[in-house]
């Protein structure tokens, strides 16, 4: 297996770091949409929209019932199914069931990842069933039998030579790595997958209470054929996905896809609410809605992650984060990546079996500047690093190091009491010399120090600290410094 797809955070982060193409690929996606996204909400004319979009999903957040409720009432009014599933296996069983009722034989896909994080595509696979992303990203994922890398470019992780390759081997063409040629090759394909399918399922960037709607954002045009060839649509939703009023659906999609991709627009914006009607051209005949909880419901109830549902899945953030930009999206073992990744997947998956995203990222800031609706990530993976030091029952969560939480109370009793510390300092001058090397650094330490020069020297502690020069300088007692000389000088 290549070692960036390993599910351990370091082996695939050590990997990610080692590989130049793709460090050269992220540098690319960073400085292109990065430093895009920066510049648009700088020149932006509107300047209070990105608040009044973080105000009206909060708001949305802590009246979720209700407008759920609503949206449901409205997709039912307008001929469509709602199936409210409390965990990912819920969701599972009723799409399957749909299915088989439907003898669906294939299945084709787009714009999912609550999919993936469900993980429906081997249960359709079980049940006989095929399934084809149709993404053009994703599909080329599932033909490598790879996993995405970004929320938007699920394959910035390969190029196009390894594209060109792939498609010689799985579609059998002869070999290019001219992109225009690649995709014409994967239309095709995808074509006749789409014209023979009896089931489309997708996601839902957005859903409006209001209308009754679902919308999906793309630039490709193969969620207009996916909604509407198949004779069954299925539509994943997570319980936050939805406003309340299409104004608000409104400028929430002009955040999203300017945060997404630096556009005012995508190219096709598609609304969905339900079965074709009798005159309509095309569209599915049965509309289903799952509306997915879990692990959801417990977020929204701790008041200090709830902020974290208020995300539109732009994936702004991982075209900033410093840490993204250098172990890529595999290292995160998850379909959220990024800092967006490194809050949500332990929230959803257990926050010990994800202590390393929670521990990886680097409390820049970087991620709570660039998002749109200005989630304060950071702040989140501090508080998720609190119940790792400490344990939490309400999360379920085990004090993940304890000698590193003792290590740490320890430090914090010593830099509190004076006494202690100097003490402290004197003995730690004599025990240090066994390890200081002729450049006068400290290249090993022992123990649960080693981190600490596992890839840097450390400077001893120092012959005489801060505090005594400054006594010896001013030679007084209190008030010593300058203040005392002042004084003197009076
Ligand atoms: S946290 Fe913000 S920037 Fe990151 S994906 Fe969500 S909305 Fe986009």
Redesign the pocket.
Known sequence: MNPTQSSDYRTAAVAGIGSERLQKSLHGLQDRFGKGAMKLWAGMEDREMRSRVKDSRMRTLEHLDIILAELAKNVRARGGQVYFAETGQDAIDYTIEVAKKNEVKRVVKGKSMTSMEINIDPALENEGIEVVETDLGEYIIQLAGDKPSH?IAPCIHLDRNQIGRLFTDKLGIDYTNDPPALTLAARKALREKLLSADMGLTGCNLACAETGHISLVSNEGNIRMATTMPRVLVALMGMERVVATLAEHREALQLLTR?AALQKLSTYVSFLGGPAAEDDPDGPQEFHLVIIDNGRCKILADPEFREVLA???????LNICPVYGKIGGHAYNSPYCG??GAVITPLLDGINKHADLCKGETLCGA?RE????E?D?PRMLAALRHKLAYGSDRWNTRQHNPAEAYAFSFWRLLVTNAFLYRSFIAIGRIFQWPFVKKNKMIKKMAGLASGWTAHRDLPPIAGRTFSELWKEKYRTTRPAGPAAKIEEEK
């Open positions: 929320i945060g995300c539109i899945r732009c994936g702004a953030c800092p967006i991620c660039i998002c749109p609706v989630n990530l």
